[in-house]
């Protein structure tokens, strides 16, 4: 079975430092990798995804087959990024189902 | 507001009772997803439906329930409530079955058992 793994539950950054959230996965075909965003109270909302190849709010997430991973990254943090960050993963064998990882809980620093 | 919308916003109540959580998705979305949030277990998938039929099931108890109506809102039913049961429960929504495609979810329904 798939499987996301982040392994930072707490990251720590000041304002206007980059930032690096990493995601691996255990996939062995093809998946499909977002990034959902979780400010306090509010509900998940997608940050980006792999296949759109966008990039939202200033960070981007490049999907590296080799290493299995799907790191976020922004190159100047703003205190308004930080809330709960998810990284999740979909394959087609499993139909549309996310299976997301446990969070990273962001906090920029003024 | 058109996005997804789930009641209640929360609930309280005792072991071996029978709750019903109702989700109703973004204007023209076919899927529904549930999801529970838990201290223990992070995010899981539940359950799926698109278009009123169940199209997948994860880690969903026997205990546990969904349907989804014509009008498409769907209702999550927990029963035999246990005090693990407590968790925040997600709904998502999305427009087709598309297994690459973006999710879209409600603010959740917080659920604290007693």
């Known amino acids: 079975a798939q499987r996301v793994t982040q392994p930072e539950k707490l990251l720590s950054v000041f304002k206007g430092a980059p930032v690096e959230l990493k995601c691996n996965y255990s996939?062995?075909?093809?998946?499909?990798l977002f990034w959902y965003v979780q400010y306090s109270r509010q509900r998940l909302q997608l940050l980006l995804r792999h296949i759109s190849r966008e990039s939202i709010k200033g960070f981007t997430a490049d999907l590296n087959k080799g290493e299995t991973s799907f790191h976020l990254k922004k190159p100047f943090a703003q205190e308004e990024d930080s809330a709960m960050y998810y990284c999740a993963l979909s394959v087609e064998t499993s139909g549309s189902r996310l299976t997301f990882g446990e969070g990273t809980q962001l906090t920029v620093n003024p | 507001d058109s996005g997804v919308t789930q009641t209640p916003k929360h609930l309280i109540t005792a072991t071996g009772q029978r709750v019903t959580l109702r989700c109703s998705p973004r204007s023209g979305d076919l899927s529904v997803y549930w999801y529970q949030q838990s201290l223990d277990q992070g995010l899981q998938f539940l359950i799926h439906y698109y278009n009123g039929e169940e199209r997948a099931k994860g880690n969903i108890l026997e205990r546990f329930s969904a349907q989804q109506f014509p009008d498409l809102h769907s209702e999550l039913n927990l029963s035999s409530l246990e005090l693990g049961d407590s968790a925040l429960y997600f709904c998502?929504?999305?427009?087709?079955?598309?297994?690459?495609?973006?999710?879209?979810f409600g603010p959740g329904t917080r659920l604290l058992v007693l």
């Open positions: 996939y062995s075909g093809s998946p499909e």
């Open positions: 998502a929504s999305s427009p087709l079955l598309d297994w690459a495609g973006a999710q879209y």
